[in-house]
């Protein structure tokens, strides 16, 4: 199941991902002109909103977390714009495809 | 001050970049950082392959880090100064193990690769030419390594500190969420343990917090400053930067990184585990 999270954005490939074990949150990061932020860094806060990882953007925007059950925060810094907190919720055995504009 | 032997900042790196006492060497976990871009005149140590043994689970030894900081031109009474990615996980960790093998003058880049990018500081996919030396390295310093039965042995006696994210350290996550969660070992943190996470001692730039926020960070979190310490985290890298940030920016003594860490203690046959978030009975 994937599950949406705003406009269908061309999600990363979960080739050799096993969905059923993991709770994957991933997206892309993009300006307002829906170019692609290389290199922003996307930080995933648990639900008392402790840091637990943090992953740089690849060239094409995109990040991804293997995360837990339950509500997480991305929070985003990228080179040149304000820090934008995005929430979502994962469950295992499904995808949250987010998309995060700076 | 410990910490101006310690770190360095940004613009004093810029203002070294041509030192020839001075040579900087980014360590990253993706070992690929390096080749798209790096610090004008920056060797690469690649800890997957330069600083592990390749057949046992181990470091490599004292004459192969000798050779291997040779090749590279890095003279004993060099200034190295370390920086990486992932918020300087791995560049503490080389800086542990540059300190473990005697190296006189290290320091850490504060923010590492995440502040020189957000700063918009210049890149270079330039390779530097460097001599070769003859680097010589000391015995390894175990007054700063913990090994398995000195970890178990500190159950309930030293500080332990967890430096993984709460969900690790209760057995909810095995691994940090942006690697994939299936692990062999068991799920949960040493009983006794401390949890505070290394994040806690960065800002979201990557520089470390000031000396007084992260004396208060770690009394509020429950240390006792009169008994020895023991960091930990999945496979010995976070908790270099919370050993860095103890015995290198806070000036304790007796601090150890368990390089084994959860991935060695997880997988232990009868040893204690607690699970959730109190930190259990020794």
Same mark, same amino acid.
């Given at each position: 199941? #994937? ?7 061309? /999600? ?12 994957? #949150? ?34 094409? /925007? ?24 995005? #929430? ?15 | ?35 798209? +871009?790096?610090? %004008? ?17 181990? $470091? ?12 590279? +031109? ?7 100064? @370390? ?6 996980? $791995? ?25 020189? =990018? @957000?700063? &918009?500081?210049?890149?270079?996919? =330039? !390779? ?42 209760? +057995? ?6 942006? @690697? ?18 290394? &994040? ?9 917090? &000031?000396?007084? =926020? !992260?004396?208060? @960070?770690?009394?509020?979190? +429950? ?10 985290? %999945? ?14 920016? !806070? ?27 109190? %930190?259990?009975?020794?």
């Amino acid at each position: 199941m #994937v599950q949406g999270c705003g406009a269908p954005v061309g /999600g990363l490939p979960l080739d050799g991902v096993k969905v059923e074990i993991e709770a994957v #949150v991933q997206g892309r990061v993009v300006r307002a002109d829906e170019s692609p932020v290389d290199g922003a860094y996307v930080r995933l806060l648990d639900r008392t909103g402790e840091f637990t990882a943090e992953v740089r953007t690849s060239p094409e /925007g995109h990040f991804r977390f293997f995360a837990g059950d339950g509500s997480w925060t991305l929070r985003t810094l990228a080179p040149g714009a304000a820090t934008v907190d995005t #929430v979502v919720d994962a469950a295992t055995g499904s995808v949250v495809e987010a998309l995060i504009t700076v | 001050m410990p910490r101006e032997t310690a770190l360095v900042t940004a613009d004093w790196v810029e203002e070294h970049l041509d030192d020839p006492t001075v040579v900087l060497v980014e360590v990253d976990e993706d070992t690929t950082a390096y080749d798209k +871009g790096h610090l %004008r005149g920056a060797v690469k140590l690649d800890w997957t392959t330069d600083l592990q043994d390749q057949v046992r689970r181990d $470091f490599v030894a004292k004459d192969r880090f000798a050779e291997l900081l040779s090749e590279r +031109g890095i003279d004993n009474d060099h200034t190295v100064v @370390l920086y990486g990615g992932n918020n300087n996980w $791995f560049a503490a960790y080389a800086y542990w193990y540059f300190t473990l093998y005697g190296h006189a003058d290290v320091r850490l880049l504060d923010g590492g690769r995440k502040k020189w =990018e @957000l700063d &918009s500081r210049e890149l270079t996919d =330039e !390779l530097p030419q460097r001599a070769a030396t003859s680097y010589r390295a000391e015995e390894q310093d175990l007054s700063l390594r913990a090994f398995r039965d000195e970890v178990v042995a500190a159950i309930g006696t030293q500080n332990l500190v967890d430096v993984r994210s709460p969900d690790e350290y209760a +057995g909810r996550l095995l691994a940090p969420a942006h @690697l994939p969660q299936e692990q062999a070992q068991r799920a949960g943190h040493i009983p006794t343990a401390l949890n505070v996470p290394w &994040s806690k001692a960065a800002n979201d730039d990557g520089t470390f917090r &000031s000396d007084d =926020e !992260l004396r208060t @960070l770690y009394a509020d979190a +429950g240390i006792d400053w009169s008994k020895d310490t023991i960091a930990y985290c %999945r496979i010995g890298e976070r908790s270099s930067h919370t050993w860095f940030v103890l015995r290198e920016l !806070l000036g304790q003594d007796h601090v150890k990184n368990y390089d084994g860490s959860w991935t060695e203690y997880g997988s232990l046959v009868g040893v204690p585990v607690a699970l959730g978030d109190e %930190r259990g009975e020794a």
